[in-house]
């Protein structure tokens, strides 16, 4: 990338930004059905647990790497470490591919959202049922490529004037919707029993795999050790302390998926739909309920318009990981580098798009997985909890970066310090706790 790199206009923007990425079809799409899935208020409690003693370190810990360094993962270890061969450097390319596994699924469910926008718009509801969406080879090519494109054209602006600038709107604009429909959900029949179910936690339901869940979906909602919060560390300025920032962050994100299972779970128990209903329960869930509420047309073409903001603001964001990497190891131009990423991304996310139709007998973990099964586990299950335990390593070891220059890194600027009795969570606590979790999910899948 060119020597003068790129920033950002604010603090609201780093934020919402940071948060645009975390926030996403992890929250309001993913989030729900793993409650569901995992106990209902038993996941809550565990998740929010994994968000306060996982989530802000390694969020800390990324933010702090992007900061000093200045580049993206790929490049990022050459200025920090002390040993310029040191096997740590790989952990830049673990970051690049782990930002296009992402992508190579997250842009198909993502499409699906303006497939069902434009059913509600036109009034054809009847058919917005998730087996003849996913089968539908036109709807899932055709819609992530629009995703793809759209996502692009954005970026080919300069970071102010595209990214950041759309970013803050599609997040404002989601808090209000999400604000709307959640004040919505309290004047449903089933409220009460949705919220039991959502909140009231079953100690007794707290089991490995729940602890495993909860720790990966927030590894995912918070995009955390891939590198995506280390990018927007480096184009932020040190008027912030980097702990205060983080917190920030996994506060919002927090608040949208929790906000997303008081819109989900009071519709469940209303319209008596199965809350252990996988990956379709929030397309399920609301299209049964505006097929059954007055104005369900105009709710539910609003509900979807902040679904497609959700998706996106994690689209662009990624994206932008993937560009700036990718601008680092070519030289490329932003416009350049849009261009060609995009045609890799076209390429790249097609089998996915096509794992419900073309390829539906094609199975990569066998049984009856797809590619949304291959590149979950790629992300959620191995890259995303290594990731952050090496991100803890090298902030704390002092025979990489070391836990001096990262704390001096992390409490420039105002706002919330890292104290020095905080090293023990850093260094052993949180990395021990994810690496031991990464070891027993790996060998539980298989």
């Not at 970051?95 to 497939?115: C, E, K, P, W």
């Not at 469940?268 to 329960?281: V, Y």
């Not at 076209?346 to 419900?356: E, I, W």
Request: with cysteine; aromatic share 14%; net charge neutral.
């Amino acid at each position: 990338m060119e020597e003068k790199r790129e920033s950002l206009g604010s603090r609201l923007g780093f934020i919402l930004l940071s948060a645009g990425c975390a926030i996403g079809l992890g929250n309001v799409w993913g989030f729900p059905y793993k409650v569901g899935h995992n106990g209902g208020g038993a996941f809550v409690f565990v998740y929010i647990i994994c968000v306060l003693l996982l989530g802000v370190p390694i969020m800390t810990a990324e933010f702090a790497m992007g900061r000093a360094a200045r580049k993206s993962p790929v490049n990022m270890y050459r200025p920090l470490l002390k040993n310029e061969k040191s096997p740590f450097h790989l952990q830049g390319w673990l970051s690049l591919a782990g930002n296009f596994f992402l992508m190579m699924f997250y842009t198909t469910i993502a499409g699906y959202f303006f497939h069902y926008l434009i059913g509600f718009i036109s009034g054809n509801m009847e058919h917005l049922t998730w087996g003849e969406t996913v089968s539908n080879t036109g709807v899932n090519v055709g819609f992530m490529v629009l995703v793809v494109v759209l996502g692009f054209v954005i970026l080919s602006f300069d970071i102010q004037k595209g990214l950041e600038k759309i970013t803050k709107w599609m997040m404002l604009a989601l808090f209000a919707l999400m604000i709307v429909l959640a004040i919505h959900s309290c004047t449903l029949s089933g409220f009460g029993d949705g919220i039991s179910f959502y909140l009231k936690p079953d100690f007794s339901l707290i089991t490995p795999s729940v602890i495993i869940a909860a720790m990966c979906q927030a590894f995912f909602s918070l995009s955390l050790g891939m590198g995506s919060m280390a990018i927007f560390g480096s184009y932020t300025d040190k008027s912030r302390s980097l702990l205060g920032e983080a917190v920030n962050v996994c506060a919002l994100d927090t608040l949208v998926a929790l906000l997303a299972g008081f819109i989900i779970f009071p519709a469940c128990f209303t319209f008596n739909i199965n809350p252990d209903a996988g990956p379709p329960l929030l397309f399920t869930t609301m299209v049964t309920v505006f097929q059954n509420m007055s104005g369900g047309r105009i709710w539910g073409s609003l509900f979807f318009i902040f679904m497609i903001f959700a998706a996106m603001s994690t689209v662009v964001a990624v994206f932008e990981n993937i560009l700036a990497m990718m601008r680092e190891l070519t030289g490329w131009s932003r416009k350049k580098g849009c261009f060609i990423c995009c045609i890799m991304l076209l390429v790249l996310c097609t089998p996915m798009a096509l794992t419900g139709n073309v390829l539906a007998n094609v199975h990569p973990l066998g049984g009856e997985t797809g590619f949304l099964d291959l590149w979950d586990f790629l992300v959620e299950t191995v890259i995303q909890p290594l990731g952050s335990v090496l991100f803890l390593v090298v902030c704390c070891s002092d025979k990489l970066w070391g836990w001096d220059e990262f704390e001096l890194e992390a409490n420039t600027g105002k706002g919330l310090k890292v104290k020095s009795w905080m090293k023990v969570f850093f260094k052993y606590i949180t990395p021990i706790i994810v690496f031991a979790l990464w070891i027993y999910g790996l060998v539980t899948f298989f």
